[in-house]
């Protein structure tokens, strides 16, 4: 096997396993997101919403979080790791 | 109908947060890689550059003293400077690796504006506390886009930048107006509201 095969394919090792972290980072995310309603249901106010305004029912730490993950999860990571592996030797 | 000043607080961690995780995703598979669409090259810049827009209206309508507002403004303007600094590197308008020290820049005006403007001690209140963290934090985690300016290919800079990020974004997602901090709240800070 010659060494520039071997360093190609270490390098599509690499890429792939770069891959998979763009693909956790926004599960990751929401999934912080989850814990922390869990932890401090009370930051939720979804879940008492009787008696209180507009800013406490729309902005709610916990679900801001999790928007962030999903957001990142079906906007931005599909395409990037696309991208990664075009990069990658075939 | 304005919303709670803790409430703008935790609507900018979620921006910070954005951009931590792009700037996390563009230092695990390079410039190359994340700069391969367009839109994606443009994305974090951008919203370094809306934040700072959106710290205007922050300044104007939620600050009570000179201080705070001089504070306010100047974050505004140095986001608004970093992101711009960005972009323009981006586009080509801009050629001066130089550029680059804009984002070190705005992080160190802002740790050095939100440790000056807050008058109080660390166990004051929550906030106060937050305050000095989010300062100190600020001032350390310039040293990441700084060392990014003098060696762009090193990944691990950037990726310190994007951690940087989080942990201000974490901070900002647990102020609250008027809280204790490890059980101190001075009497003077008023009546936790929740």
Known sequence: MST?????????????????????????????????????????????????????LLVEPPLLVIG??????????????????????R | ?????????????????????????RAIVGAEVWNARAWRAYLWPSLLFG?????WPVMVLFTNSTIHMVAHGAWAQTMMLAGAAELGLLRGKLHSRAWRFCLPLALAVSGAALLVHEQNGWY???????????????????????????????????AGLALTLVVISVF??????VAPVFGHLSPLAGEPHR
């Open chain 1, 4 to 56: 520039q095969l071997i360093s190609e394919q270490a390098l599509a090792r690499s890429r792939s396993a770069r891959a998979r972290l763009v693909g956790v980072l926004g599960p990751l995310t929401m999934l912080g997101g989850v814990a922390w309603g869990f932890l401090q249901p009370y930051r939720l106010t979804v879940l008492h919403p009787h008696g209180q305004g507009f800013w406490w």
């Open chain 1, 68 to 89: 962030v993950g999903i957001a990142f999860a079906l906007l931005i990571a599909p395409g990037l790791i696309e991208d990664l592996e075009d990069a990658t030797p």
């Open chain 2, 1 to 25: 109908m304005q919303p709670p000043a803790e409430h703008v607080h935790w609507l900018f961690a979620t921006g910070f947060l954005l951009l931590a995780l792009c700037l996390l995703a």
């Open chain 2, 51 to 55: 934040l700072g827009i959106l710290m």
């Open chain 2, 124 to 158: 004051f209140a929550r906030a106060a506390f937050l305050h000095h963290a989010l300062g100190w934090t600020a001032l350390i985690g310039a040293v990441f886009p700084l060392m990014a300016a003098i060696r762009p290919r090193a990944r691990v800079w950037g």
């Open chain 2, 172 to 177: 900002l997602y647990a102020d609250r107006d």
